[in-house]
């Protein structure tokens, strides 16, 4: 079981990017597939998840609105889409399977 984020960058306050998990040795619409974040010097924080036949998705109060997850059941991956991007929202992006599997995180940064 292997999970590889990707789409990280710098992006201007105000500005959109879009990150990708995708899935390898499981099906991701199988599992719940979380995504979580970590700033600088601070502890890991829940962003969203995506679950069930539907594709059920949850999000973090600090993000509801601005962020939307879903997942390409043919692709084997989910995407986070970021938008309004404030300065608060930098940090390590890392998704999460089964609650034991962990990728090796894309950098966010949200600066001007």
């Known amino acids: 079981v292997q999970v590889v984020e990707s789409g990280g960058g710098l992006v201007s306050p105000g500005g959109s990017l879009t990150l990708s998990c995708a899935g390898f040795?499981?099906?991701?619409?199988?599992?719940?597939i979380n995504w979580y974040r970590q700033a600088p010097g601070m502890g890991r924080e829940w962003v969203a998840a995506i679950f069930g036949a539907a594709g059920t998705a949850k999000y973090a109060d600090s993000v509801k609105g601005r962020f939307t997850i879903s997942r390409d059941n043919a692709k084997n991956t989910v995407y986070l889409q970021m938008s309004s991007l404030k300065s608060e929202d930098t940090g390590l992006y890392s998704c999460n399977v089964m609650g034991a599997y962990w990728g090796q995180g894309t950098q966010v940064t949200v600066s001007s």
């Open positions: 040795g499981f099906a991701i619409s199988a599992y719940s």
